[in-house]
């Protein structure tokens, strides 16, 4: 009997069910898309789809009782139709997810007020279909909710009733801190890490980069994991008996601002000069021995002038007259800097590495630095206001 020679779609689904018994798949998927476009009626196929989501949506047992319910208040012909079609074993359609403990989710203050938000809040037998988004696509977004338009629109959904203070203040410092003691290290923390390490010796192998000899693969471990073993086993040994590094020592690191002209480190009386009408003089930019031989200097700002201005004026000059090296020597002084200084520096290296060395910075609006973890390579140290270190922020200076 071929595909074109059944009745009915009974007769076409018994010769579907012969076939799969006989691993003729290809042939029953032929016979059973001819039943379902020339046999079967649009009332055939509604009473169908109920039955594939009855069995989807269901245990077995459940949806097989439900079907026993509605056969037994049918007419005999529907009756009939499901002692036909109705499966006599389980399917298999049914998919259970795993029994997970229900999640702990936090409600921001302003959602309260929206039925569908709260609505959304509560929910959590929701299935996730959004994937984490990437850092930049993150940067992104807090790019946009900085935009006026978006600030605007968040003011006029805010509360009109303030929180109370106990409430604030709990937000603000002991909302989500960990406030438990740190497990000590173990054995296992070692081996944790050694197994990371060979993960990034494995990418780098498959992703067919050259991984040089002396390339710390348990150093980049270690910055993942957040475990700082050592990856040699045995006791920490001293040679001569003294773990102090003479050399680094003796020459500590440089402190403030250098010399325009010569770069040499230079006394805080350098920077802090007062004329003789009493009033501050703006900084010159050399050392001593540089003003006393009359070196080319920064120019005297205006009365009044402002830290902004200064800084302004220091970045001006090296970029000036040294606009190869000029970029690296401000992101030492903004290393060194206190934190107001090292934001406006900040500031102004962004407005350079956007606009070039001719674009007008001033005045300087100060990057705003805090103690945190940066979003990019997740190490706690200094991080601006989107959540990235100094060393991440020029590879995400594209993100809009």
């Given at each position: 009997m071929t595909s074109t020679e059944f009745r009915s779609l009974s007769d076409a689904l018994?010769?579907?069910?012969?076939?799969?018994?006989?691993?003729?798949?290809?042939?029953?998927?032929?016979?059973?898309?001819?039943?379902?476009?020339?046999?079967?009626?649009?009332?055939?196929?509604?009473?169908?789809l109920l039955l594939a989501d009855t069995f989807h949506h269901e245990p077995y047992l459940t949806a097989r009782a439900h079907l026993t319910a509605l056969w037994r208040r049918s007419p005999a012909e529907l009756r009939a139709w499901l002692d036909t079609f109705v499966a006599r074993t389980d399917p298999g359609l049914h998919r259970p997810t795993d029994q997970r403990p229900r999640p702990f989710k936090t409600v921001p203050l302003t959602a309260i007020g929206s039925a569908a938000r709260r609505l959304s809040a509560s929910d959590y037998t929701r299935i996730r279909r959004e994937a984490t988004p990437s850092t930049a696509t993150e940067i992104?977004?807090?790019?946009?909710?900085?935009?006026?338009?978006?600030?605007?629109?968040?003011?006029?959904?805010?509360?009109?009733?303030?929180?109370?203070?106990?409430?604030?203040?709990?937000?603000?410092?002991?909302f989500l801190v960990d406030a438990d003691t740190a497990y000590p290290p173990t054995d296992w923390d070692r081996t944790y890490?050694?197994?990371?390490?060979?993960?990034?010796?494995?990418?780098?192998?498959?992703?067919?980069?050259?991984?040089?000899?002396n390339f710390d693969t348990f150093g980049v471990a270690r910055t993942r994991t957040g475990l700082a073993v050592s990856d040699d086993e045995r006791p920490a040994y001293l040679a001569n008996g003294n773990g102090l590094d003479y050399d680094d020592t003796t020459l500590p690191p440089v402190q403030g601002w250098v010399c325009v002209y010569c770069f040499a480190e230079r006394a805080c009386a350098d920077r802090f000069v007062t004329?003789?009408?009493?009033?501050?003089?703006?900084?010159?930019?050399?050392?001593?021995?540089?003003?006393d031989l009359d070196r080319p200097s920064i120019a005297a700002l205006p009365r009044g002038f402002t830290l902004a201005d200064e800084v302004a004026a220091y970045c001006r000059h090296l970029t000036s007259?040294?606009?190869?090296?000029?970029?690296?020597?401000?992101?030492?002084?903004?290393?060194?800097?206190?934190?107001?200084?090292?934001?406006?520096?900040?500031?102004?290296?962004?407005?350079?590495?956007?606009?070039?060395?001719?674009?007008?910075?001033?005045p300087l609006r100060p990057v705003r630095w805090r103690r945190g973890r940066c979003c990019s390579c997740f190490t706690d140290q200094l991080i601006d206001p989107e959540d990235l270190c100094d060393d991440c922020r020029p590879l995400y200076a594209a993100a809009a």
């Open positions: 018994l010769q579907v069910d012969y076939l799969l018994g006989e691993n003729r798949h290809a042939e029953a998927r032929e016979v059973f898309e001819h039943a379902l476009t020339t046999l079967a009626t649009s009332l055939d196929m509604q009473r169908l992104r977004a807090k790019r946009a909710r900085k935009r006026p338009e978006h600030i605007a629109a968040l003011r006029a959904k805010r509360r009109p009733v303030r929180e109370p203070r106990v409430v604030t203040d709990y937000i603000r410092s002991r890490v050694r197994h990371v390490a060979d993960q990034v010796r494995a990418e780098r192998d498959r992703a067919g980069a050259r991984t040089p000899e004329g003789p009408d009493g009033h501050r003089v703006s900084d010159d930019g050399l050392c001593q021995p540089c003003r007259r040294y606009p190869a090296i000029a970029p690296r020597l401000l992101r030492q002084l903004q290393r060194r800097s206190a934190p107001l200084v090292r934001g406006l520096i900040t500031a102004y290296l962004d407005a350079l590495d956007q606009a070039g060395p001719e674009a007008t910075v001033t």
